[in-house]
T-cell receptor
Framework: QQQVKQSPQSLIVQKGGISIINCAYENTAFDYFPWYQQFPGKGPALLIAIRPDVSEKKEGRFTISFNKSAKQFSLHIMDSQPGDSATYFCAAVTSGTYKYIFGTGTRLKVLA | DAGVIQSPRHEVTEMGQEVTLRCKPISGHNSLFWYRQTMMRGLELLIYFNNNVPIDDSGMPEDRFSAKMPNASFSTLKIQPSEPRDSAVYFC???????????FGDGTRLSIL
């Protein structure tokens, strides 16, 4: 119930392509869904986040799509760049708690 | 603005030794989290504090692990005695409260020989 399933585990995309990472959850009490980006040797950094009252949120080249009925959300990176090569984590949290439930991560490599 | 500061960045020690990891949260943040990251298990929440009080330590793997937060600007995670399977990257994160974005430090890479 508390798990967040993330896929794929790794992803290789050509420069300029679209990177898509998917996450699914079971607990309907989750009401905040952030995505984190982590570069080697660094801590995860908040990239973009969404609440379930909207179906999509866009910030620059990064878009979260949210499907409440399917209990799924995804990160789309448009015009992917080599600098986007990193590990991406989705997470889910119930706003009445402090605990983030993280997905297992997706290692993205964007080829130049 | 200063982010979450962790020290040391790297620690290599022998099995059986005591290890102390340190964290300074972002000023004004009243929630602090300790995570462990490994290839096999990903990011695991070990313990979190709110207003310096431990709220949930159910993620602490064994009694060998302990954490303290003596004041709003400092926390420690201690492992005694350390074992090779404790080798991982340990992250500290802080936030302004429930459900708010967590800001991570750059971690301590711990190697137990």
């Amino acid at each position: 119930q508390q798990q967040v399933k993330q896929s794929p585990q790794s992803l290789i995309v050509q420069k300029g392509g679209i990177s898509i990472i998917n996450c699914a959850y079971e607990n309907t009490a989750f009401d905040y869904f952030p995505w984190y980006q982590q570069f080697p040797g660094k801590g995860p950094a908040l990239l973009i986040a969404i609440r379930p009252d909207v179906s999509e949120k866009k910030e620059g080249r990064f878009t979260i799509s949210f499907n409440k009925s399917a209990k799924q959300f995804s990160l789309h990176i448009m015009d992917s760049q080599p600098g986007d090569s990193a590990t991406y984590f989705c997470a889910a949290v119930t706003s009445g708690t402090y605990k983030y439930i993280f997905g297992t991560g997706t290692r993205l490599k964007v080829l130049a | 603005d200063a982010g979450v500061i962790q020290s040391p960045r790297h620690e290599v020690t022998e099995m059986g030794q005591e290890v102390t990891l340190r964290c300074k949260p972002i000023s004004g943040h009243n929630s602090l989290f300790w995570y462990r990251q490994t290839m096999m298990r990903g990011l695991e929440l070990l313990i979190y504090f709110n207003n310096n009080v431990p709220i949930d330590d159910s993620g602490m793997p064994e009694d060998r692990f302990s954490a303290k937060m003596p004041n709003a600007s400092f926390s420690t995670l201690k492992i005694q005695p350390s074992e090779p399977r404790d080798s991982a990257v340990y992250f500290c994160a802080s936030s302004t409260g429930q459900g708010q974005p967590q800001h991570f430090g750059d971690g301590t890479r711990l190697s137990i020989l």
